[in-house]
């Protein structure tokens, strides 16, 4: 993958990456982090969900979030990663799931594209998933791909929790309709800027402000004009802008309720300071 964009334009208002995945960006230790978050702070990208998609990264994002406020984390097995799943695993994301500063249990959910994990494994971990984020009261977030029916079947089925999130929304209008009637957030990434996707734009022109979020999924993803490059939080801003022009309102509207939506469902505003614990569960020495 070629090095990332330059930075684009500032954001005129504050916004949140509501699903990014730092450690596959690189940005792997404390001042590689606190890096990523200063460049993308200074386009107005305030705030970024760093998510977990197998154990090792689970492990890694509950670390990465009490490295730096500005990172939340999010826990769950990728769907592709389900194929082969023991109890001891379960067990340990759900004990990294319920640490204070992961903010969602995700991504979870269906992927028919990837051949990595039978359906059947896939659904019944989304099952689990969806009942852990019931237990610890945390929204759940959503990787729906080439899966649309089975998702929004298995959701119905289970009965879902209070706050659904589809990461990387890639429905067309029928579907963005159904979801915001459920009453879940959908959360639009890059390809809501690519030439080849009329039918994602028609379904995000029509979802109220305060069902919607942005995202940058990075370091994959990379919004149109720079598709091919590697993505990162700062490059945010090209997503909100189409986003904005599609939704016929300014770019200051879209970033604060953006913001604000992502202030809500992860409740970003109740987040415990990091770094409270360290890795093993220990008091932080310097906290004492
Ligand atoms: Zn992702």
């Not at 097995?77 to 249990?105: K, M, Q």
Request: glycine share 4%.
């Amino acid at each position: 993958m070629k090095p990332p964009p330059s930075p684009p334009e500032p954001l005129p208002a504050p916004t949140v990456d509501a699903h990014t995945h730092l450690d596959a960006c690189g940005a792997t230790t404390p001042e590689l982090l606190t890096a990523a978050m200063d460049r993308a702070a200074a386009v107005g990208v305030e705030r970024a969900v760093t998510v977990a998609d197998d154990l090792t990264a689970a492990r890694w994002v509950v670390d990465a979030a009490t490295w730096d406020d500005r990172v939340a984390a999010a826990v769950a097995l990728h769907p592709t990663r389900t194929a082969a799943l023991t109890d001891d695993d379960l067990d340990e994301i759900e004990r990294l799931a319920a640490h204070p500063r992961v903010v969602a249990v995700g991504e979870t959910g269906l992927d028919y594209y990837w051949d990595f994990s039978p359906p059947d494994a896939q659904q019944r971990a989304f099952r689990w998933h969806i009942a852990l984020a019931k237990r610890l009261g945390k929204p759940l977030m959503v990787h729906d791909r080439d899966a649309h029916a089975d998702i929004l079947r298995i959701l119905r089925e289970e009965g879902p929790p209070p706050l659904v999130v589809f990461h990387c929304f890639s429905g067309d209008a029928a579907m963005a309709r159904e979801c915001v009637d459920a009453g879940y957030v959908l959360s639009f990434a890059g390809p809501v800027t690519f030439k080849n996707a009329p039918a994602l734009r028609e379904a995000a022109a029509l979802v109220p402000d305060d069902q919607l979020l942005v995202e940058t999924d990075a370091p994959f993803l990379t919004p149109h004009p720079h598709r091919g490059r590697a993505n990162e939080p700062f490059c945010l801003p090209w997503t909100v802008r189409a986003l904005a022009a599609v939704r016929d309102v300014t770019d200051e509207r879209l970033a604060s309720c953006a913001r604000r939506n992502a202030e809500r469902v992860f409740r970003l505003g109740e987040l415990p300071s990091g770094p409270p614990v360290g890795a093993s569960g220990a008091p932080d020495p310097r906290s004492a």
